[in-house]
């Protein structure tokens, strides 16, 4: 069996390398934004009125593309924009995406969900969370340590599992390309 020579090996794996890291991933073609602003109803009519202060953290949302498949999730607490109470989505091909939104401090159910047609290039797509006034005068203050580790844990948890199994492919490709470039055969015992 003849091997191919460590020249020809190495300029094609780099070349593949190169390729994945350069090509875009499909949802960043586009060029449409769905944002969400979240603000106290301290009136309890639905709309954001003079007054009425941007929520700034406890917010989260999932945004999920026409076939129902979590494409991107944000939560208010790390946006930019926290101080107005904005958390945008953007680079979003057209379609219909559906965010769905949760309200840890406020909410005790599932969430709200908005349904809207993005389309790529146009207008940003902008849409108002009214937190209820009832549940702002019940919620408790945002918790540092165990309530934040609870959610944590699985995070970290699942980063471990990905960085084993990229250790553990990178390994197997290492020991293909020693094993079909880089290995000398042994020498043949002739009688």
Do not use: H, K
């Not at 945004?63 to 790390?78: E, I, N, T």
Request: hydrophobic share 45%; proline share 8%.
């Amino acid at each position: 069996m003849r091997v191919p020579p460590v020249s020809r090996i190495f300029p094609l794996i780099a070349g593949l390398l190169l390729l994945t890291a350069v090509t875009p991933l499909p949802a960043q073609d586009g060029g449409g934004q769905f944002c969400l602003r979240s603000f106290e109803d301290r009136n309890g009519n639905g709309t954001l009125d003079p007054g009425e202060p941007p929520l700034t953290a406890g917010v989260s949302a999932d945004l999920r593309d026409g076939d129902g498949l979590v494409v991107a999730s944000g939560q208010l607490d790390d946006s930019p924009l926290a101080a107005q109470g904005v958390v945008c989505f953007q680079f979003l091909q057209s379609g219909e995406y559906t965010l769905l939104v949760s309200d840890s401090m406020r909410q005790a159910g599932g969430g709200v969900i908005f349904t809207r047609r993005i389309e790529d290039g146009g207008a940003p797509t902008l849409i108002d969370y009214a937190a209820p006034q009832q549940a702002l005068a019940t919620a408790a203050a945002p918790t540092r340590g165990a309530g934040n580790l609870s959610q944590l844990l699985p995070r970290v948890g699942l980063s471990l599992l990905g960085a084993l199994l990229v250790v553990v492919a990178m390994l197997a490709l290492g020991a293909l390309i020693w094993f079909f470039a880089l290995r000398r055969p042994a020498p043949s015992r002739r009688r």
